[in-house]
């Protein structure tokens, strides 16, 4: 957690983003660490949480950290959150909540009320299109014998 704590101070400082830092643990070994790069990458999906599990990935050339844990400064948001259980993480151990996060002007309550509304009512207009043609492309997936499940 301190190697998390440090990250989130060192790229803060460096302005690479917000105070937010991750690292990825297997086996006691840090395999990928991150800290916030939104602003500095121009990509709201460069969270800390998000650096380093790309990074743990990379590292153990898998897109599955099933063994892994990840340290984080902060409880991670909505879409970390899809990400950690995408990348099937055994554990997660974090340091501030999310309220603390809001107190300092990172308040991601509005996502979690969002992901609770069905699309039609969301604050950002969702419309479906080409379900049949989508259908399509997922029957191929399923019919496809050289697929790789995940």
């Not at 151990?93 to 002007?105: E, K, N, P, S, V």
Request: glycine share 8%; hydrophobic share 35%.
């Amino acid at each position: 957690m301190e190697e998390a704590i440090r990250l989130a101070a060192e790229g803060m400082q460096h302005d690479q983003g917000g105070p937010f830092g991750a690292v990825v643990v297997k086996e006691g070994k840090i395999i990928g660490k991150g800290c916030n790069q939104v602003t500095s990458q121009n990509d709201p999906t460069a969270h800390a949480e998000m650096v380093a599990i790309r990074e743990a990935c990379h590292h153990l050339g898998s897109f599955q950290l099933n063994g892994c844990e990840l340290y984080t400064s902060c409880e991670p948001c909505p879409m970390c959150l899809g990400a950690i259980y995408w990348a099937r993480l055994d554990r997660v151990y974090y340091a501030g909540t999310r309220q603390d996060a809001a107190r300092h002007g990172f308040d991601d309550a509005l996502i979690y009320e969002e992901i609770e509304l069905a699309p039609s009512e969301r604050l950002i207009s969702f419309t479906q299109l080409d379900q049949e043609k989508a259908l399509e492309v997922f029957r191929a997936w399923t019919a496809k014998e050289d697929r790789k499940e995940y």
